[in-house]
């Protein structure tokens, strides 16, 4: 696998190039109190300073890269109806969380490892929210993939499918998370 850089100097990332090696990096998140653990990034010195370690043991015959993994994001859009007697802010701020930790369970349990690649299906995120003890029903449940460049810009959106599977080996499936927005969650009023 390596990296191709076209004419416009745009990085591409290929898993078939030969003589390139790729070696994909994740901080250690034990007691690291400065990592986002939903998206462990290494820095980018870090990541110099493997490089060049590593250089020194290659073979002059293998071009070697290491990057950080890509994080693509899965983002569900549904509308749920609360168990009587929970409050809808709470209970839609608590969801959002659980369906975070579901999919994400290295950045709340230190023993739980990233997967690279895999799948999530949508029928297993349904029934994990349907199994809330605080969930009464849930209608127009969709599931979204996102698949951004270097992390910010989307280069890919794939709607309302019903399996997301990872585009590439360095890729990790995370749960959907702007900043403001984790998961597009409704309920109706009561």
Known sequence: TGLITDKSNNTTYSETLPGHVTVVTIP???????????R??????????????LEKLNSKFVRLHV????FEEVQFEFTVNFMPNHDATVYSNQLSMDI?????????DNNS????????EKSVVLNFIEERDYVDY????KMNHII????TTILEMLPDIETAV???ARSILVSYNDGVTRHIITSPAN
């Open 28 to 38: 250690d998140l034990h007691n690291n109190t400065s990592a986002n653990t939903l």
């Open 40 to 53: 462990p990034y290494t820095s980018v010195g870090l990541l110099t300073e493997i490089q060049q370690y």
């Open 67 to 70: 990057i950080n993994p890509q």
């Open 100 to 108: 975070e930790q579901f999919l994400t369970p290295w950045a709340f």
């Open 113 to 120: 490892d990233i997967e690279f690649g895999g799948t999530i």
């Open 138 to 141: 849930i209608t127009c449940f």
């Open 148 to 151: 951004r460049r270097d992390g």
């Open 166 to 168: 990872a585009s590439t």
